[in-house]
């Protein structure tokens, strides 16, 4: 199983074990709002709250050094959805860095090839 499918999986389930062995202690995640940067602990403490939900998610490209996926992004605050990009770095087989792009979407989307 590829790092983004074990991540996807460990953050939706909140498996806190899961995302330990996926995520980098080093790890820096630059989400695209709000200019913050968040830590692996932020990570782990905001996995598997419902916070967010995705849907549809695809990853368009992985290698040993990068990754880059694709998904519908849902929050439970009820604010619009987002059809979210993320650029994944690796480091000793684990994501060391993140960053996301989003295009808020009506909840009337379709999806193509679904």
Known sequence: ???LEQYEIAFQSGDKDALNNV???DCKFHPHVGGM???KSDIMAFAGTGAVRTESHRILFENDEVGVAHSIAH????STSEAVLAFY????GQI???ETGATPISD???VIGQ
């Open 1 to 3: 199983m590829s790092i």
């Open 108 to 110: 009337d989307y379709t």
């Open 23 to 25: 995520i980098h202690d």
């Open 37 to 39: 940067v968040m830590s």
């Open 89 to 92: 770095r690796f480091k000793d």
């Open 96 to 98: 060391i860095h993140v």
């Open 75 to 78: 929050f439970a605050n009820g």
